[in-house]
């Protein structure tokens, strides 16, 4: 049993020098989970996080204020990425080492939903609020910032308090079903405008149909901005 215990303490040194360059002190550290964090964050960086550790278990008879005397030298068991139980090698001035054993987790602030939202609403500021989650456990487009949720919809029905992801959302459109707009029809030196509504919504660029006020027939235009269509009309000689 000791000699597996050694075997695991070099594997784990090996690793700490490959991924972090080296080991982590107790400096300004006052207890085991000051300094767990403090390693964590200087090796699994994560840009919005915020650490949280939580000892198990700690090496038997050491002192929990550290008094910068004990480093974290790296995870007893080969790893390449936090997990939420980890054991870590730690060592005092005298290298006497042990096994500290910690429960971890890194807190991102996301938004989540503020209400039931369905399909199709557009968001405001009262349809979301922030909250501290574990980020293991978030989407990778979860969204962080209020700029990625402006100007949007929501595509998927989102239940109160889940984490609202990029994908679960949409731009809202530049023209909505029913609206009144202008179709400027362009043919050769001439633009003939004339008054429609859109029978479906769509995006600058985006050809829709449209139904042209004075004749009641319909049309496919390519929308131009948020108030009007465009078609474009070929003469052939």
Not at 187 to 198: K, L, N, P, Q, Y
């Amino acid at each position: 049993m000791s000699m597996n215990i050694g075997r695991l303490m070099s594997v784990g040194l090996v690793f700490m020098a490959c991924v972090s360059g080296g080991p982590a002190s107790a400096v300004g550290a006052n207890s085991w989970e000051e300094l767990t964090v403090q390693w964590l964050d200087a090796v699994f960086h994560q840009p919005g996080g915020r650490w949280t550790a939580t000892v198990l278990a700690a090496p038997p008879g050491w002192e929990a204020a550290l008094a910068g005397e004990v480093k974290i030298l790296g995870p007893a068991r080969g790893v390449n990425k936090p997990k939420k139980i980890m054991s870590l090698i730690v060592s005092r001035r005298n290298r006497e080492q042990g096994e500290l054993w910690v429960r971890t987790c890194c807190l991102g602030r996301v938004a989540v939903a503020a209400r039931l939202l369905a399909r199709g609403v557009e968001l405001a500021p009262a349809d979301w609020q922030w909250e501290e989650r574990d980020m293991a456990g978030l989407s990778a487009d979860a969204l962080r910032e209020e700029k990625a949720l402006q100007g949007k919809r929501v595509k998927k029905v989102l239940a109160a308090h889940e984490a609202i992801c990029a994908h679960a959302l949409e731009p809202k459109p530049d023209i909505a079903r029913g609206q009144k707009m202008t179709l400027r029809i362009r043919g050769e030196g001439v633009v003939v405008s004339a008054d429609a509504e859109a029978l479906e919504e769509g995006y600058i660029g985006q050809e829709i149909k449209l139904k042209v006020l004075s004749y009641g027939k319909n049309i496919t235009a390519a929308v131009a901005d948020s108030e009007a269509a465009e078609l474009s009309l070929t003469y052939r000689r």
